[in-house]
Structure formats: structure tokens, C-alpha cells
């Protein structure tokens, strides 16, 4: 791939480090492609959006249609930093209020591309273990809340901007995470890192302050983080919590969700949510 290329050409041209070259090649051969990918089924289904649409999956709250967009948010290859600012235009096409906050927190927590970057970075039983994990713990938050007196706060219209432009900020925070990702690999002293976070709790305690605070727009940026975490040495149970809790609980991703709806609503789902993930992540990283 172009791109791929060109960031070969620049690391071989640029004195850095040789470790820091070799993983931010092989972060970014995992992740550029399915990135590109996604972009292009985004792409596919924003044509395809229409006023029918909105009301058929979104217009009638029920227990099975709650679950059921759980599902679709985390396949969905659209990003709530092209969805949220739209969500008050949403709510005027038809759209129930709990049942699209919900969506948006599967699209926040889970990509259409997850599962075959997870797969290449840490294997298929994490992979499917992680999807599992957020689903449950998405349907339970989503549950919990459902009869919440919600109301969506006025937006702009639904055209929201440039497709590509949108896309190329996601482009761009995802790009910021590999290069994070790679610097920490690189430069944080292997032998202290492990010191702190191979154990059981420190590892779950270090992913998820690291988790809170940093945020990469799109959740792909969060992969070649927890990549690098793993290769330091962090604890399996740590990793599972980094890629399962942390998406959702994130302080830049709490106020973007407190710009659409009051900030009470967001504090209940959002700690539901992060709850339930770290009971899962206890139990499942028994089993890692």
C-alpha cells in the first residue's frame, strides 16, 4: 500500500531508532489497511442513509431492537465524531433518544474493522473474547437505561461535512496512535514497565488511568497502545481491561457524548458499562 510505502521511505531516511521503525511498520501494516477498508464501507453505507432508515431501526424502543443495536453499533463503520454532532437532526427524522445514545456507544466501543486488528494483534481467542465482553456489557448499560427520560439536544443539519474530510481526521488521530504506540514500545524502559503492570491489578490499574486519559478520536488508535503494552510485559488481565473497558471509559469521550445529552446520563451508561467490562474482564482473564 502507498501509504505503508512512504512511511517505509521516511523511517529508512530519518536516524531514529530501529525498534521504533520495525513497530511502527507492523502496527501500521495491521491497522492502515482495515482502516482503509472501513472507510470505504462508510463510505457505502452514508449514501445509503435515509429518513426510512432512522425510523425503521431507531423510531420504537424494544428490548429486542435494544440488543439487536448493540450489535450493529459495533459493526458499524461509521464514527460517532461524524454521527454525534447530527444526532439532534436524528432525533427529528424519528429517532428514539435512548436507543440512538446506545448505538452510539457500541459504534464508540467497537469498529466494523475490531475484530480483524485485535485478531492480527493478539489472536483469535482475544479477539472473540473482547466482542463478547463489550456486547454484554453494552446490552446491560443499554438495558439499565432504557426508560431514562432522555432528550437529545438541538444539532446541526444531517450533511455534517465533507465525507473524505471527516475521514481524514480519523485517518489522522489513528496515525497519532500508532506513532504513540510505537514511541512507547520504544523509549518506556521495559524492565520498570513490567515491574508496575505484570501483575494482576497493576496491570488493570495502569490500562485503565492510561485508558481515561488518552483519546484517539476513532477507537483504532487505541489498538497499537495495547500492542504496545503487551510487548512491555503488561499482564494479560491489564491488556483484556485496555481493549474492553477502556474504550468507553474516557473522560475526552464522556464530554463528547455530554455535548448531545445531559452529562447524568452519560456518567450512569458510561459507569454501567465500565462495571460490567471489568467484573467480564476478572472473570475471562482467569482463562488468558
Known amino acids: 500500500m502507498l501509504v505503508i510505502n512512504v512511511f517505509s521511505f521516511l523511517c529508512d531516511n530519518i536516524c531514529m531508532p530501529e525498534m521504533f521503525i520495525e513497530t511502527l511498520i507492523f502496527y501500521s501494516r495491521s491497522i492502515i ?79 466494523f474493522q475490531s475484530f480483524p486488528i485485535i485478531a492480527g494483534l493478539f489472536g483469535i481467542k482475544i479477539a472473540f473474547l473482547n466482542a463478547i465482553a463489550i456486547f454484554l456489557s453494552l446490552s446491560v448499560a443499554a438495558f439499565a437505561t432504557r426508560n431514562l427520560p432522555l432528550k437529545i439536544k438541538p444539532s446541526a443539519s444531517i450533511d ?14 489513528v496515525m497519532t496512535g500508532i506513532f504513540i504506540g510505537a514511541a512507547l514500545r520504544t523509549f518506556i524502559p521495559a524492565e520498570e514497565f513490567r515491574s508496575f503492570s505484570s501483575n494482576y491489578v497493576g496491570g488493570i490499574v495502569i490500562s485503565l488511568v492510561v485508558g481515561i486519559i488518552l483519546y484517539f478520536g476513532t477507537i483504532l488508535g487505541n489498538y497499537p497502545i495495547a500492542k504496545a503494552f503487551a510487548d512491555l510485559g503488561m499482564s494479560s488481565a491489564g491488556i483484556f481491561a485496555f481493549l474492553t473497558v477502556s474504550p468507553v471509559l474516557n473522560l475526552v469521550v464522556a464530554f463528547l457524548f455530554a455535548s448531545i445529552v445531559p452529562i447524568r446520563y452519560v456518567v450512569r451508561q458510561f459507569g454501567i458499562y465500565a462495571i460490567v467490562a471489568l467484573i467480564l474482564t476478572i472473570f475471562i482473564s482467569t482463562a488468558l
Request: hydrophobic share 55%; aromatic share 16%; no cysteine.
Open 33 to 111: 489497511p482495515w482502516l482503509v477498508f472501513g472507510s470505504v464501507a462508510a463510505y457505502i453505507v452514508e449514501r445509503r442513509f435515509s429518513a426510512d432508515a432512522v425510523y425503521k431501526y431507531f423510531g420504537v424502543m424494544t428490548v429486542r431492537k435494544l440488543f439487536f443495536l448493540q450489535a450493529l453499533g459495533m459493526v458499524s463503520p461509521l464514527s460517532i465524531m461524524s454521527q454525534l454532532p447530527v444526532a439532534g437532526s436524528l432525533v427529528r427524522l424519528g429517532a428514539h433518544p435512548g436507543l440512538l445514545l446506545s448505538f452510539f456507544v457500541a459504534e464508540r466501543a467497537y469498529d
Open 160 to 173: 455534517g461535512g465533507s465525507f473524505w474530510m471527516r475521514q481524514g481526521k480519523i485517518f489522522g488521530v
